[in-house]
C-alpha cells in the first residue's frame, strides 16, 4: 500500500486512478495518461495485462521488464504513488477478469480519512470504450486526449522486422514514440536470445502475410484443438519450431476440406500424438466443445479453433503415446505445472474454461 500524502500535498480530485494496458511496450501516450492520473489522484494503480503470457509479437515484453520501463520513467516521489502491478488476461470469461481487477484495487486502494475511497478508471479517450466502462459501472471514468501518432503495434512491427531495421529505429526514431529509458530497455532487448526468436517469427508472419496477399477477402482460418484429460494430466505438445518453438500447446491442427471439425479434431490425434485410446471410447468420452473466437488469439491473423473436451476415466496408467518421427514432441503434463507462460497463444485459456483452474498466480 503506498505511503499517505503529506498534510502540505495539494487536493487531489480522487483518492485513486486507475489505468488498465498492456503497454508492448510503454510508450508516450501511456505516459501522458499517467502523468495526468498522477496530478488527479493521489495513488494510481497501473494494471499490467497479459502478465503471464508466453512471449509473442503481440506481448513480447514480460511483466518485470515492462514494471521496469515504467519505473524508468518517473522520479522517486511520483513513483512512490505509483502502484504497478500484473494482471492475468481472461479470455473468454469477463466476470473472472473483472473479479481479478475488482479484487486488485479493493487490496491496493488506500481509504481517505476513514471513508472509502473514491476512484476512477482514467484512460486515453479513443481506447477508453463504452463497453470496457460498462464493466466497472462503480468507478467514475476519467477521459485523457490522446496522443496522436503513435501505435504499440506499430512499434513493435517496427522494431522485429529486422534487427537492423530495429536498431535504426531505436537510435533514429524511437525518442518520437519512447521514452529514453524504455529505449535503453528495448536495446538491451536486442542482443537477447527471445529478440531473434521474434524476428525469426515475424519473417513467418510477412511470408503467411505474403501468400494471402491476393486473396479478394482477408482470410479467416479454422482448427480444431484436443483437450484430452486423464487421472489429473493433460494432454500436450511441445513445438519443435517458429512460432512458439519451446512451448506447450494442445493437440491440433488445421480442418480438411470435406472433414467434420470432431473428425478432424480425432484425426490429429491419430497422426500427431499417436495416442492409443479407440476412437470409440474418445467419442464416448466427450464431455464438451466449443468455439475459442478472441480476435488475436493467434500469430497468422483471424483463426477460429474448435476445441473438444475429452474427460477419459481414470487409471493407474496414463495411454501410452508414440513418438511421430519429425512431428512435435507430445506428454501427459500434470495439470499442478501449467503456467499460461508455458503455453502457445490461448491454449491456457483453453484448458481454463472447460476445467475451471484458478486463475491467482504469484507475482513474477
Given at each position: 500500500m503506498s505511503p499517505s500524502p503529506d498534510a502540505d500535498s495539494p487536493p487531489h480530485d480522487f483518492d485513486c486512478l486507475v489505468f488498465i494496458g498492456r503497454f508492448q511496450p510503454p510508450h508516450l501516450g501511456h505516459l501522458a495518461v499517467i502523468h495526468e492520473a498522477l496530478k488527479r489522484a493521489r495513488q494510481v494503480i497501473v494494471l499490467v495485462g497479459s502478465a503471464w503470457q508466453a512471449r509473442s509479437l503481440r506481448n513480447?515484453?514480460?511483466?518485470?521488464?515492462?514494471?521496469?520501463?515504467?519505473?524508468?520513467?518517473?522520479?522517486?516521489?511520483?513513483?512512490?504513488?505509483?502502484?504497478?502491478?500484473?494482471?492475468?488476461?481472461?479470455?473468454?470469461?469477463?466476470?473472472?477478469?473483472?473479479?481479478?481487477?475488482?479484487?486488485?484495487?479493493?487490496?491496493?486502494?488506500?481509504?481517505?480519512?476513514?471513508?472509502?475511497?473514491?476512484?476512477?478508471?482514467i484512460g486515453a479517450s479513443r481506447g477508453?470504450?463504452?463497453?470496457?466502462?460498462?464493466?466497472?459501472?462503480?468507478?467514475?471514468?476519467?477521459?485523457?486526449?490522446?496522443?496522436?501518432?503513435?501505435?504499440?503495434?506499430?512499434?513493435?512491427?517496427?522494431?522485429?522486422?529486422?534487427?537492423?531495421?530495429?536498431?535504426?529505429?531505436?537510435?533514429?526514431?524511437?525518442?518520437?514514440?519512447?521514452?529514453?529509458?524504455?529505449?535503453?530497455?528495448?536495446?538491451?532487448?536486442?542482443?537477447a536470445e527471445p529478440y531473434r526468436q521474434l524476428v525469426e517469427e515475424q519473417q513467418l508472419l510477412d511470408q503467411y502475410r505474403d501468400a494471402w496477399s491476393q486473396a479478394p477477402y482477408p482470410p479467416i482460418f479454422v482448427t480444431v484443438n484436443a483437450v484430452v484429460v486423464q487421472s489429473g494430466h493433460v494432454l500436450l505438445v511441445k513445438r519443435t519450431a517458429a512460432p512458439g518453438k519451446g512451448l506447450h500447446a494442445l493437440p491440433g491442427g488445421f480442418i480438411n476440406p470435406h472433414e467434420r471439425l470432431l473428425d478432424a479434431c480425432l484425426r490429429e490425434l491419430r497422426e500427431r500424438v499417436r495416442l492409443k485410446v479407440p476412437e470409440p471410447v474418445l467419442k464416448g468420452s466427450l464431455r464438451g466443445q466449443r468455439l475459442f473466437d478472441e480476435?488475436?488469439?493467434?500469430?497468422?491473423?483471424?483463426?477460429?479453433?474448435?476445441?473438444?473436451?475429452?474427460?477419459?476415466?481414470?487409471?493407474?496408467?496414463?495411454?501410452?503415446?508414440?513418438?511421430?518421427?519429425?512431428?512435435?514432441?507430445?506428454?501427459?503434463?500434470?495439470l499442478a505445472d501449467l503456467e499460461p507462460d508455458g503455453l502457445f497463444e490461448d491454449h491456457f485459456f483453453i484448458i481454463q474454461n472447460f476445467l475451471g483452474l484458478p486463475a491467482d498466480f504469484s507475482e513474477p
Open positions: 513480447p515484453w514480460r511483466f518485470d521488464e515492462r514494471r521496469r520501463m515504467l519505473r524508468t520513467a518517473f522520479d522517486e516521489e511520483d513513483n512512490a504513488r505509483l502502484e504497478i502491478v500484473p494482471l492475468l488476461d481472461a479470455l473468454y470469461n469477463n466476470d473472472v477478469w473483472v473479479r481479478d481487477v475488482q479484487r486488485k484495487v479493493r487490496d491496493i486502494a488506500s481509504p481517505s480519512h476513514a471513508r472509502l475511497p473514491r476512484i476512477g478508471l477508453q470504450s463504452s463497453y470496457y466502462l460498462s464493466l466497472f459501472p462503480q468507478w467514475e471514468s476519467v477521459s485523457v486526449p490522446m496522443v496522436e501518432g503513435i501505435s504499440a503495434s506499430q512499434i513493435r512491427e517496427r522494431l522485429f522486422r529486422s534487427p537492423a531495421a530495429a536498431t535504426d529505429y531505436a537510435n533514429t526514431g524511437a525518442s518520437h514514440d519512447l521514452p529514453p529509458g524504455v529505449v535503453e530497455e528495448v536495446q538491451t532487448f536486442f542482443v480476435p488475436h488469439r493467434s500469430w497468422r491473423g483471424r483463426t477460429l479453433a474448435e476445441a473438444f473436451y475429452f474427460a477419459l476415466r481414470p487409471e493407474q496408467q496414463l495411454p501410452r503415446l508414440k513418438p511421430v518421427k519429425g512431428g512435435d514432441h507430445a506428454r501427459w503434463v500434470p
